[in-house]
């Protein structure tokens, strides 16, 4: 009982020939704008802390 299927072999296990799917350009962008903010917060968040310690 070997059909189709279990006859066919896989040619290769690589990635999608055609590439990665990308995302629309303004959710890239949106993604971009808060993966800064979210960057931007930590570093101040961080430079926050090193003055109280410095100043503490």
């Known amino acids: 009982m070997a059909g189709k299927k279990l006859a ?8 999608n020939p055609r590439g990665r799917r990308r995302a629309r350009p303004h959710v890239r962008r949106a993604a971009g704008r808060d993966l800064l903010k979210a960057a931007v917060l ?5 430079g926050l802390l090193v003055l109280l310690g410095r100043f503490a």
Do not use: A, K, M, Y
């Open 8 to 15: 066919r072999q896989t040619e290769q296990w690589g990635s």
């Open 42 to 46: 930590v570093l101040s968040v961080i």
